[in-house]
């Protein structure tokens, strides 16, 4: 019924699938990272009608940090999908990203339910554990993205989680500031 609608549709839905296999094995440039989860939240937001407030606060001159492929949009991902199912309106995703003492930190937060103290100490537990088993109930793109992180650049890197009954999770990612392709080898 409203072409031009769908055609954006269309269009952000290709650049989407087009990011993620173009980027699998590679880098990327924070600002790549940040397209892709503008297309994902806009990709969510038509098919379910506009609820989810999408909040970008990226400082300047940090978009041409080169930070691995693929990190950021699991990790939206992981907030809709665990943070607003027991929310029905108003759900926000909060995206930043600022240099902090000459490394880059990256927060994706929400306004979800958060987690019980117990439950965040399990979680803690899965994205920082060796090995994850299949079929685990919680954590496993978390701690995918945490050891592909530290495999890169060590221990001092990486995800660490907070979350707080009733206000939200706030997942950080901290990362060296490089401007120079790395290999994940």
Known sequence: EDAERTGIFLEKMADFFR?????????????EEIEAVDNYIYILNVRFAGDIVYIREIDEDIENIRIPSMILQPLVENAILHAFNEITTGGRVTLKAFCTDGNLSIVVADNGSGMSPEQ??????????????????????????????????????????????????????????????????
Do not use: C
């Open 19 to 31: 990011y993620n296999v173009r980027k699998m094995e590679e880098d990327a440039m924070l600002w």
């Open 120 to 185: 965040l100490k399990k979680l803690d537990a899965s994205i920082h554990a060796e090995h994850v088993e299949e079929g685990k109930e919680h954590g496993i793109g978390l701690h995918n993205v945490n050891r592909r992180i530290q495999l890169l650049f060590g221990k001092e890197y990486g995800l660490s989680v907070k979350s707080f009954s009733g206000i939200g999770t706030f997942v950080e990612v901290f990362l060296p500031m490089r401007t120079e392709p790395f290999d994940e080898e």
